[in-house]
């Protein structure tokens, strides 16, 4: 028997792309002050203002959730489950990171307790900062990933993951051959893809840690499955660049070594992009790829500043997703991500010393780089979910769609946050757009995880705030 539920409240969501709206992002979103969703079997079967549909289903069990904002849930399109416990791990950049931080934490997950252990705390992070899917490394060990879609499917979440390749430039005992690398992606991929909300992506973890045997095999795998999502990383870090130049000579950059094992197309995304010249984005728009913007984590390690700016390019658009590269990434939230992104923006546009940075002239790439709440908030639902080719069951409030959705409490944070927020919150709450777009800047500038007040996953609560 279907059941039915709704929940009344103030809701914003998104229906466009802001970066489409240069001077009026606000004809991307959608604001009802009072308004009504009405879920049925975890799925959206109406979404509007609570006036025009209260009676259509007044018998329907109604949750009233005051002085709150509702948003579809969080999209993380870059995680490590298996750095849950190492992130913030200190004073290294990348390779350095891995070596001495990431393989030795990374190989007890070998064992299958642990691994449990692990990704219940992994998941249990995820929705207490208000992210209901990601897209998810796990390591080279089987079992993992075995682990990660059972704990998924145990909560109903939507997720996107794989088995992570690594043959080369790693500890011994963390590798894994390409032969053994195929097999159990073959396994993993029949007994989990499009199984309930999960979906399998064929994971070679980087090109400097990927042999050719390993990328052709996960070529192979694409093909025999061409269905599947294609997650790994690219231009992250300059010495790890070197390193993929000397492994692949033959290639004129990172991007084109992927593009040698046909794995660039829709549903790839390479995490971070940083170093990407102007055609490598050129290329990912044409081949309608995605890349993933971890600005914690590039910041943290040092490995630079993405180009916003360039990447949203109306001549060469990409898609674009926000991740938090947790444990390089040092919080699991996505609003945390959103004032790093913001501020990265800002950096792009002007020398740390304050002078303008000589290549950064373009005035239109310049505005580009500016977070708004309707950029950053689009960019971490509709946007992550069409960056990911999953706008057709996620990303914002239309009919039809899986319910996720997180509650919104915008005087949480530091006790700074609700004397600004009072600003325009003063009066119990948001009644046009614009103030809930203000009351979204404050949560993402001054607040913080403890904005979440309760996480919703296909029309049921799995997290509420003490």
Same mark, same amino acid.
């Given at each position: 028997? /279907? ?14 792309? %802001? ?122 060990? %089987? ?25 080369? =430039? ?22 989990? $893809? ?9 994971? %070679? ?6 042999? /050719?045997?390993?990328?052709?095999? /996960? ?49 790839? /995304?390479?995490?971070? #992009? ?54 390089? #990434? ?5 609003? =945390? ?7 990265? #923006?800002?950096? =792009? ?43 057709? =069951? ?25 004397? $600004? ?46």
């Amino acid at each position: 028997m /279907s059941k039915t539920v709704a929940i009344r409240g103030t809701f914003l969501d998104f229906i466009d792309d %802001p970066w489409h709206h240069v001077g009026a992002e606000e004809k991307a979103a959608r604001f009802f002050a009072d308004g009504l969703l009405v879920i049925e079997d975890g799925r959206i079967k109406a979404f509007g203002a609570y006036k025009d549909l209260s009676a259509r289903y007044a018998g329907v069990e109604t949750s009233h959730l005051i002085h709150r904002l509702i948003l579809p849930g969080f999209i993380d399109g870059h995680i490590h489950v298996p750095q849950t416990r190492i992130l913030g791990a200190f004073g290294r950049q990348l390779l350095g990171w891995l070596q001495f931080s990431v393989f030795p934490e990374e190989l007890k997950y070998k064992d299958r307790s642990y691994a449990q252990e692990g990704t219940r705390r992994f998941f249990d992070n995820l929705l207490a900062a208000g992210t209901t899917t990601c897209q998810a490394f796990t390591c080279t060990f %089987p079992v993992a990933t075995d682990v990660f879609f059972e704990e998924a499917s145990r909560r109903n979440l939507r997720v996107i993951g794989g088995l992570t390749g690594i043959d080369r =430039n790693a500890p011994p005992e963390f590798m894994d051959s390409a032969e053994n690398f195929y097999c159990d992606s073959k396994r993993l991929i029949g007994q989990y $893809h499009k199984q309930g909300r999960n979906l399998y992506a064929i994971t %070679p973890r980087f090109a400097a840690g990927a042999s /050719s045997a390993l990328l052709s095999a /996960s070529s192979r795998l694409l093909k025999e499955h061409p269905d599947c999502w294609v997650n790994t990383h690219v231009s992250e870090n300059p010495s790890e660049i070197r390193t993929v130049r000397t492994e692949y000579p033959e290639c004129d950059d990172y991007l084109g070594v992927y593009e040698k094992y046909d794995l660039v197309g829709p549903r790839f /995304s390479g995490g971070h #992009g940083i170093w990407l010249s102007n055609d490598e984005f050129a290329r990912l728009s044409r081949l309608g790829a995605a890349v993933v913007f971890c600005p914690l984590s590039n910041l943290f390690l040092g490995s630079g500043l993405f180009r916003l700016g360039r990447a949203t390019d109306p001549a060469c658009r990409v898609r674009i997703a926000f991740g938090t590269d947790m444990g390089g #990434g040092n919080r699991f939230s996505m609003i =945390n991500v959103l004032d790093d992104a913001y501020k990265v #923006g800002m950096c =792009n546009n002007t020398r740390l010393d304050g002078s303008v940075d000589p290549t950064f002239q373009d005035t239109a790439e310049a505005e580009r780089n500016k977070l708004s709440p309707y950029r950053a908030f689009w960019s971490i639902t509709l946007g992550g979910a069409e960056a990911l080719y999953l706008d057709d =069951n996620l990303g914002n409030f239309d009919e039809g769609k899986e319910a996720d959705f997180v509650v919104l409490d915008w005087n949480g944070g530091p006790p700074a946050t609700a004397w $600004h927020q009072s600003l325009v919150a003063e009066n119990g709450g948001p009644q046009t757009l614009g103030q809930a777009a203000e009351l979204l800047f404050g949560i993402m500038m001054v607040g913080d995880d403890r904005a979440v007040a309760e996480t919703w996953v296909m029309g049921q609560r799995l997290y509420k705030r003490n």
